[in-house]
């Protein structure tokens, strides 16, 4: 039985980085990857690095992650594709305004200045192709966007250059504890084992956390998104919209990506997504909407990832309330790309130190319900 100081179950981003940080810290480290790292939604989601529009208790882990965002390469050798343009989310009315207003008065009266309202004039400015009824927004001015999958690839192939055994393409059958280690069996029969575990493991993490006794409300659902033939550079920022469903953006090669969080089905137990064409017409109608430079444009393609979403929109994060030694990272609910660098820095420090500076208190799985023995 091959034996480490922590096994990780799950490669999407947040398992490669809590892996990167582990090995940082001089932990023996196994991650466990039932496909490839970046299979599923880390790799294939629409890559916002945003704090824009955070539930307020991400916003802490949110802006430490931008300062890990804005010297990626540092941190993993790679850059990730990641770049900062700003994020901004388009008012098509008085109302909107007001609420872009609304929520900027509330982050500055909790201290947090990231997010301005700007008005038309300063929104043709920044995306002078939004449709003439847009009567300005809310930026974020450091916020932009990454590719996807070479993130993932990034922190999983640093981990692996520290040391991280990375056991890819074979999924576990059971997990069980003996003693002080965690055992996970896997399919071709082999048996690692560890004292402490990382629940990783994304839309299939409520199964291993149900296995030890934490019974969560999560839903496994298909976040789609579709990509436009090339057009000719009219955007540089992520855009969003107030009152609608939307994230779009341009790529330095002139393709679209547009998507938002409109949702196919997904079955996680043969990793098939079927997609909703219904819902991808509406997102389409949205961006016609919004930019008539687009009204012309042929989408090529469409895929949807495999995500965890949580019954109250936030992960879970941190120690097991059943189980010593379990730790975890999982649930983030169409929104967790951003937070990768960050909370893989957290789940570090919590197992080899027992605690961390960024308020993690809401993120604990204790809040639905399970406690221990």
Known sequence: MAGSDVLVIG????????????????????LVEKDYPGRHASGVNAGGVRRLGRALAEIPLSI??????????DLVDDECGFESHGQVKLAESEADL????????TLNAMGFDHEEVIDERE?????PAAAPHVVGGLVSRGDGAALPFRTVQAFRNKAERLGAR????????????????????????????????????????????ERFGEPVPLEVVAPML??????????????????????????????????????????PDTNRTVLDYAKLGENARTVR???PVMRDARVVRAWAGIEARMKDGIPVIGPSGTEEGLFHSFGYSLHGFQLGPICGAILAELVTT?????PVEPFSIARFGARAA
């Open 289 to 291: 909407d919004l930019f």
């Open 354 to 358: 027992g605690r961390t500076n960024l």
């Open 64 to 73: 430490a992650s931008m300062e890990l965002w804005h010297r990626i390469a």
């Open 123 to 127: 929104l043709r400015d920044l995306v």
């Open 11 to 30: 490669g999407g981003l947040h398992g490669c980085s809590a892996a990167l940080h582990l090995a940082m810290r001089g932990a023996s480290v196994t």
């Open 166 to 209: 990375i056991v890819e393409g074979v999924a576990v059958t059971d997990l069980r504890r003996e003693g002080r280690d965690f055992v996970a069996r896997l399919a071709d029969g082999r048996e690692l084992s560890a004292p402490i575990l990382v629940n990783a493991a994304g839309a299939w993490a409520g199964r291993v956390a």
């Open 98 to 105: 007001a609420t872009c207003r609304q929520r900027a008065e």
């Open 226 to 267: 579709m990509i436009t033939e090339r057009r000719a550079p009219f955007l540089k920022p992520v855009v969003g919209a107030t009152s609608r469903t939307l994230s779009f953006k341009q790529f330095a090669n002139g393709t679209v990506l547009i998507g938002g969080g409109y949702l196919g089905r997904a079955d």
